[in-house]
């Protein structure tokens, strides 16, 4: 078989186990159909992009796990032709999948090394929807304001007041909080008038910290404590299918995942 075909097996494999897991919309598994995850990591990795498994990025990062990336959209209820916010851009994979949907997404990351990395890659991939921006995320993007809706690929103490301000009337933020760096509920946000918003908790997960002005300070992202409570990989609601692709994937990693963005208390699908 050649690599191509392989890899578009194993990509449809991937659908495969993420509408198994509950995200059923034909949009975003189609998005995920476009999407060649394989181009946002390392060759070293490439054998593994396929995996339902966050994947080490460099600067101590991780491209999303693929049913994580799934479940944002559909939390944030991502329609055709809306305008969307990432704040996180990482590998650039996430916001990959949400411009197969939206008509553009706005992608702002910390590391100016990932945020350059992203750009260069979705360019060659010909995302012109895609507009990537080092900086703060959790200030948003004021001059691109306002967003039908908002997804945040890193978790922080508090939903951040600049991007609740920064959705449309009827927009949706999603973003993981949490009283510790590494342990977050997913918080949605929908913005209901110009001085009114509901708050929904949707589930618990485990996310690389928000570290910025409206979200961790980078001392408390970095102190011990909180590294000593993420584990390389969490048991969360996976079947046992998953759990050992999983195994699988992880024996034969060259380096380790650092962190794992497995959801922890959604109901499977099954
Ligand atoms: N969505 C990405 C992908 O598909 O590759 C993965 C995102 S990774 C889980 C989280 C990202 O959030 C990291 O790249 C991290 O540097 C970034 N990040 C953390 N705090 C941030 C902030 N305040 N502004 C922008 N990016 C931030």
């Known amino acids: 078989m050649s690599t191509t075909r392989r890899l578009e097996t194993e990509r449809e494999r991937m659908v495969g186990l993420i509408r198994q897991r509950g995200v059923q919309e034909t949009h975003i598994l189609d998005a995920f159909r476009a999407v060649p995850r394989h181009a946002f990591v390392g060759s070293d990795l ?30 944030a209820c991502v329609r055709p032709g809306e305008k969307v916010l990432e704040v996180g851009t990482g590998s650039g994979y996430a916001a990959a999948v949400y411009a197969e949907i939206a008509r553009d997404v706005y992608t702002i990351e910390r590391y100016a090394d990932l945020a350059d990395t992203a750009r260069t890659l979705l360019d060659r991939l010909g995302y012109d929807n895609i507009h990537v921006r080092h900086g703060d995320g959790t200030t948003g993007w004021r001059d691109e304001a306002p967003f039908d809706a908002i997804i945040v690929a890193a978790g922080g103490p508090q939903v951040p007041e600049s991007l609740k301000r920064q ?54 992202s970095t102190r011990p404590e909180a590294k000593a409570k993420a584990p390389m990989l969490t048991e969360g609601d996976e079947t046992g299918s998953d759990r050992d692709a999983r195994d699988r994937s992880v024996r034969g990693l060259t380096r380790p995942s650092p962190i794992e963005l497995m959801p922890t208390a959604r109901p499977v699908s099954r």
């Open 167 to 220: 959705l449309q009337i009827g927009g949706r933020l999603v973003v993981p909080v949490g009283e510790t760096p590494r342990d977050q509920v997913i918080v949605r946000v929908t913005r209901l008038g110009e001085e009114e918003w509901r708050r929904e908790e949707l589930g618990a997960v485990r996310f690389v910290p928000l570290v910025g002005e409206e979200g961790w300070r980078e001392e408390a």
């Open 46 to 75: 490439e054998e593994f992009a396929y995996e339902d498994a966050p994947l080490p990025i460099g600067s101590g990062q991780t491209v999303s796990q693929p049913y994580m990336v799934a479940l944002m959209v559909q939390d």
